[in-house]
């Protein structure tokens, strides 16, 4: 088995579409609108299944919102520089919702950042592969 995608139900489908692939650099992969069930499908990545998992966003046509909940935590993105990477974020709109540091009772760097319909993307700086071997 293997994680395939996770799906976030989205109120505006364009503007989180933007949010994924200009501000944290996702590619639309695919896009299918049902207009029988009144919904559209995204699905975005940094490369498509079967290399990497994928986010898919649902928009419900009627639906304008959503209340997240108390059980969702985040999606989590690894990068080789979250310094870097959230200036970047900064820079192309994002909301910074916790900048890089240490975890608290830990050593991993994390930074949080906010999608527009409020879910959570965790960043946690990844040693390159030839440094955490060497």
Not at 82 to 97: E, P, V, W
Request: charged share 25%; with cysteine; net charge negative.
């Amino acid at each position: 088995m293997r994680i395939l995608h996770t799906m976030l139900r989205v109120g505006n489908l364009e503007k989180s579409v933007h949010f994924y692939t200009e501000v944290l650099g996702m590619k639309l992969l695919s896009r299918k609108d049902y207009p029988d069930g009144k919904f559209t499908l995204a699905f975005l990545g940094y490369e498509a299944n079967p290399a990497q998992a994928e986010i898919e966003l649902t928009h419900n046509w009627d639906t304008a919102s959503y209340e997240l909940g108390n059980a969702y935590g985040h999606v989590a993105l690894g990068v080789d520089d979250i310094y870097a990477t959230c200036d970047k974020i900064r820079q192309a709109g994002g909301n910074i919702t916790r900048e890089p540091g240490p975890m608290k009772h830990g050593t991993t760097v994390i930074a949080f950042v906010q999608d527009p319909d409020g879910y959570k993307i965790e960043l946690i700086e990844e040693k390159t592969r030839s440094q955490s071997r060497g």
